[in-house]
């Protein structure tokens, strides 16, 4: 592992997993060799949510609210909505869809190890 320092720079936003929005990779894929994963994303102007229920093979994930909200379904809980300051730890492998966000929203997203499967729900 190795240090790694960012700084804030919108020429660094790009597409990734989610059409509607834009990830900043924070480096810590590469300081930690794909142990970890830490992207800042925010919601693309006039995009908004089409996602299925699904799940994800990972250990470990994280997702802190900085700007405007986003409102989820978990499995096991139903409708939560997320406010800046929310903190919410998803359950490795916990079926989860995102139902509406905010113009605005920008969150935190942490992830171990940083390349995880997505993949749909069981019906």
Known sequence: ??????????KDFSGGLRGFFEYR?????????????????????GKHAV???????????????LKGW???????TGEVLLKPGSCVHQPPGIIHRELEHSEDLELIEITLPADFATDPAPE
């Not at 990779?25 to 102007?45: K, N, S």
């Open 70 to 76: 986003v409102k989820f379904w978990y499995e096991g």
């Open 1 to 10: 592992m190795k240090m790694t320092v960012k700084h804030a720079d919108d």
């Open 51 to 65: 996602g299925d229920k699904h799940f994800h093979t990972l250990e470990f994930q994280m997702v802190y609210i």
């Open 25 to 45: 990779d924070l480096g810590i894929h590469e300081a930690t060799g794909g142990r970890f994963g830490a992207h800042v994303i925010r919601a693309v102007p």
